[in-house]
């Protein structure tokens, strides 16, 4: 039987008023698909034309109902909008639910307002809720959150120790008991908190994309994809799910799905430039022919590139040689020709024959690369004499960096566990990596000069 249609034109538009009860309401007729979220969009334009002929009285009413469906919509700055032009309550928490969502949207946006003034305001409106009579245990829950996403885990800890017994069958005490620990770095005992939640409410979007989030850091993307894809049927969808679940689509060679996410975030907000790039490099990808045994071949011609010359018997001299020019491996010596290796002081015919031997043994030859347009450029090579606080920041996890899930992947791939190995790497080096472009590079650069530091040649 064909479950029927929740009538959301009469629950926004033919009741003057609009109260808590009404928003599980909401939330449910959004649930059952895309021909309801239009039908909302629809009514949002109703609304706004009536509120603009509307008395005062009547006018907070509507602004309490447009601010609530943005915020189910995923528009949280209009959401914020349209509830600052009322009052009670309701308005106050979904106020600070609204601030929460744009504060926790900085990693994916380039344009979103400054994180800590969100989270900061977030409280102030759940205060306000609070005071005006909106539920204590789940305003108490709200304020855990936020703490914790200010850094704050053992002041949301405690605040969660006080309702464990009153909040022992709500979704959301589960939800942010496992947020905790997974901020404390225990992700199974997280996992199995989320998973409670969703038993108790399995449309509880925190959860799945807590959930889709573990086991995209584990590499279970099929779980991961689940997960994800759940968050999408019910509002509001936040751009982290559409980002995450964009990417792995990429990974997995499903850029058609891939756009449609990126383009949803274009949509649901037009000052997003990253969302607009990766929508272009998503549709871009459509065309594209990728071999995996191409990638493969390459892969381990560069493992070979990156053999160092000190694993081969060399002449003295000719060890010497390499050392003045900054030689080290196999690869160095594809970007160098002949003649400047002659150029050299000291450097024979005896020696050069030497260095062709080893280079005809692994498949390579003296300035191949050159052959390619690679200019010879001499590599980066650590500094010495590094104070104890320098080489502690280059011995920091790349992971420190907190980066979106698409250069997350690229440092995975290109085996860069630390910062020091990060700044080894070029601007160009990065860009080989596969669905790694412009704006992972913008964004690894920007994370790294919080460190004050750069990629090679930068």
């Known amino acids: 039987m064909t479950e029927s249609l929740i009538d959301l034109r009469a629950l926004l538009v033919e009741r003057e008023d609009f109260e808590g009860g009404m928003v599980g309401r909401l939330r449910e007729g959004l649930a059952q698909g895309g021909a309801q979220l239009r039908a909302l969009k629809d009514i949002l334009d109703t609304l706004a034309k009536r509120l603009a002929v509307a008395a005062p009285p ?3 009413k509507m602004h309490l109902k447009l601010g609530v469906a943005n915020f189910f919509l995923g528009h949280m700055r209009t959401a914020v909008e349209h509830l600052k032009q009322t009052d009670g309550p309701l308005a106050a928490f979904f106020m600070g639910q609204a601030h929460v969502a744009l504060g926790q949207a900085k990693p994916y946006s380039d344009d979103a307002a400054d994180t800590t003034d969100h989270f900061d305001a977030a409280l102030k409106a759940f205060d306000k ?8 245990q789940l305003v108490q829950l709200q304020r855990a959150g936020v703490l914790r996403l200010q850094k704050h885990v053992p002041e949301a800890k405690a605040i969660l120790v006080k309702l464990k017994d009153a909040a022992a069958h709500n979704a959301e005490y589960y939800f942010q008991d496992g947020a905790v620990a997974e901020a404390e770095g225990d992700a199974p005992r997280a996992a199995k908190q989320y998973e409670r939640a969703l038993d108790l409410d399995p449309r509880h979007t925190g959860a799945l994309f807590r959930l889709g989030f573990l086991n995209d850091q584990q590499g279970n993307d099929h779980e991961a994809i689940g997960y994800y894809e759940r968050c999408l049927k019910y509002p509001p969808v936040g751009k982290g799910a559409l980002y995450n679940l964009g990417v792995l689509y990429e990974d997995n060679e499903q850029f058609d799905r891939a756009a449609d996410c990126f383009r949803r975030l274009a949509k649901a907000d037009p000052r997003d430039e990253r969302a607009k790039l990766f929508v272009r490099d998503a549709e871009a990808s459509l065309t594209m022919h990728y071999n995996p045994d191409d990638e493969q071949t390459n892969q381990a011609q560069r493992m070979v590139m990156e053999v160092p010359i000190t694993d081969f018997e060399l002449s003295v001299r000719s060890r010497n040689c390499l050392k003045r020019m900054n030689i080290r491996t196999l690869g160095d010596l594809t970007r160098v020709s002949e003649s400047q290796l002659l150029a050299s002081k ?6 050069l024959d030497e260095i062709r031997a080893i280079m005809n043994a692994k498949g390579l030859r003296i300035g191949q690369s050159l052959d390619q347009g690679q200019q010879y450029e001499f590599r980066y090579r650590p500094q010495q004499n590094l104070s104890p606080e320098e080489q502690a920041t280059l011995g920091k996890p790349v992971s420190e960096l907190n980066l979106s ?22 601007a160009d080096e990065l860009l080989e990596a596969k669905n790694f472009g412009m704006t992972s590079l913008t964004e690894v650069r920007d994370r790294l000069a919080q460190y004050n530091l750069k990629l090679r040649g930068d």
């Open 405 to 426: 899930v698409r250069a997350r992947k690229c440092m995975h791939r290109l085996s860069i566990t630390t910062l020091g190995e990060l700044v080894q790497r070029t």
């Open 346 to 351: 000291n450097f024979g015919e005896t020696s």
């Open 129 to 136: 809720a609070e005071k005006s009579g909106y539920a204590a």
């Open 58 to 60: 009547q006018q907070k």
